[in-house]
């Protein structure tokens, strides 16, 4: 057989298949026996028993196993019924059911969907007392669940089945009720692509200010979306940024009450009984206790929101990201490293580059702590996607490489790279706001340039600089949220 066509078809059916696992295997294969009526000439329970038993059959030998006298053109329609199959097989009930990975909330978003093709079939059948019924358990579970497509569909459907015979009362509530319920909808499309649109743009920016005005006004909208609907996913992606914008802020009285009130709606609510929702919901709130200086609940909850994600998934990784800092910030230097160590994340640099490069600037600085100085500066040269955030991680890096120069007692060197990070921060303060701290931290380099690397004078001269940096004052002090892994005034002051 030559034809190429059916033999690239004929390979993505096997790659489709490979990934079935034995339950599913055999699921298709009782499937294909039951549909043997509608398909007369019985290949599908042939292609099913042949691909299973023998997964590294080839073309040529499948289609002698159908019939040697088959024409190509049968064999690729015969083809094309199993992968229809294959497909068809995975929204069966006993898949969707038993199925690994599936929640609670889309087994019913699946079933919903076919009770209502069962209502219309049911209706057009004239057997209304059963479509009625479909109907309402549709609402039902529509309304637990928050399945707001489908009761916008279903109701939409019931307005004009219903609403003609039993007149205009009947007809306009059907009317109000599909307007509340899209407007829930609307909500929840709304709040979902705000929470996105901020971590996508926080993922890759550094500086603290430009996250806090972005996260001011999504936190603006959520909560007038939160308060004209009565949605749980709503109030739960408020929430969500709710415990960012505290983590920024350093809000360290009302993250108590926030813990409790997110785990208390995730506890109560069908709509998000969701894995992916539970670990996004434990591995904010392990960033908010991180933030605000908790580490040993940060740790806790990041360890507990790996276990809700799949493994090696962008989500795992955030969450190790928290656990890591968490580590580090506690002085668990060797458990840190372990946690980078272990981490799959170099396997999928290809899938995460950014995380990836984080976690690379994180190894340069456990190299530091370790007085691995050398080792530190070869990896920061490295980070060329982290250099691209101007005012946050490439801030962050160019001090580092500073404090490594300084350990080093490079002297010329130092000189040229605190002149250059005094250059750089002059040039960004022409395009925008900088962060206070990065200038002050820029002024005590310079001093301690000019002191000759005296870091007892230096600090007896500019005692002014490193109380602001010491304080808790917006912009100056130090955040656990920061690029800033290596605390500079504390660096500094053991030097001192």
Not at 321 to 346: D, V
């Amino acid at each position: 057989m030559n034809d190429v066509k059916t033999f690239n078809y004929f390979s993505h059916i096997k790659e489709i298949l490979s990934t079935f696992d034995r339950r599913e295997r055999s699921i298709i294969q009782r499937f294909s026996q039951v549909t043997q009526k509608q398909n007369k000439d019985g290949h599908n329970v042939n292609i099913t028993k042949a691909l299973i038993e023998n997964p590294d059959i080839c073309v040529v030998e499948l289609k002698k196993c159908l019939d040697p006298e088959m024409t190509d053109q049968a064999f690729y329609k015969a083809l094309t019924r199993f992968k229809d199959l294959l497909f068809e097989s995975l929204i069966l009930d006993v898949n969707i059911k038993e199925g690994k990975g599936f929640s609670d909330v889309f087994i019913q978003q699946v079933s919903s969907r076919k009770k209502i093709l069962q209502t219309y079939v049911l209706f057009s059948k004239g057997l209304e007392a059963d479509g009625r019924k479909l109907l309402e358990y549709v609402i039902d579970r529509g309304k637990q669940y928050e399945l707001y497509d489908e009761l916008y569909e279903v109701l939409h459907w019931a307005r004009n089945e219903n609403g003609l015979r039993y007149g205009k009362k009947k007809y306009d509530k059907y009317t109000e009720d599909m307007e509340c319920f899209r407007i829930c909808r609307d909500a929840v499309y709304e709040a979902r692509n705000i929470y996105y649109d901020y971590y996508i743009f926080s993922d890759r920016a550094g500086g603290i200010p430009d996250k806090v005005k972005r996260i001011d006004g999504a936190l603006s909208r959520l909560k007038e979306l939160k308060s004209k609907t009565d949605s749980k996913q709503v109030k739960y992606y408020y929430y969500l940024l709710l415990s960012e914008h505290y983590a920024l802020i350093h809000e360290k009285v009302k993250i108590y009450d926030l813990e409790r009130d997110l785990l208390e709606l995730m506890e109560n609510s069908l709509a998000l009984k969701m894995e992916l929702k539970m670990g996004v919901a434990h591995s904010d709130i392990a960033d908010m206790m991180l933030a605000c200086g908790q580490l040993e609940k940060a740790l806790i909850y990041s360890t507990k929101s790996m276990t809700f994600f799949e493994e090696n998934s962008y989500n795992y990784f955030v969450a190790e990201e928290i656990k890591f800092r968490a580590q580090f910030f506690s002085g668990l230097y060797e458990k840190s490293a372990e946690t980078l160590a272990s981490s799959q994340c170099i396997l999928l640099e290809d899938k995460f580059p950014l995380i990836r490069c984080k976690y690379m600037y994180y190894e340069a600085c456990l190299l530091f702590k370790q007085g691995r100085f050398k080792q530190s500066i070869q990896i920061l040269g490295k980070l060329k996607l982290l250099e691209k955030d101007k005012r946050g991680w490439n801030i962050a890096l160019r001090i580092l490489l500073v404090l490594n120069f300084i350990e080093l007692q490079e002297v010329d060197v130092c000189a040229a790279q605190i002149s250059s990070f005094r250059k750089y921060l002059e040039r960004l303060m022409k395009k925008g706001e900088i962060l206070p701290r990065y200038i002050y931290i820029n002024k005590l380099l310079v001093s301690l340039w000019k002191n000759s690397l005296d870091f007892k004078r230096t600090n007896d001269e500019e005692s002014k600089l490193i109380d602001k940096l010491k304080s808790e004052e917006i912009g100056y002090r130090w955040s656990e949220k920061s690029p800033e892994l290596i605390v500079f005034h504390e660096w500094f002051l053991n030097k001192a």
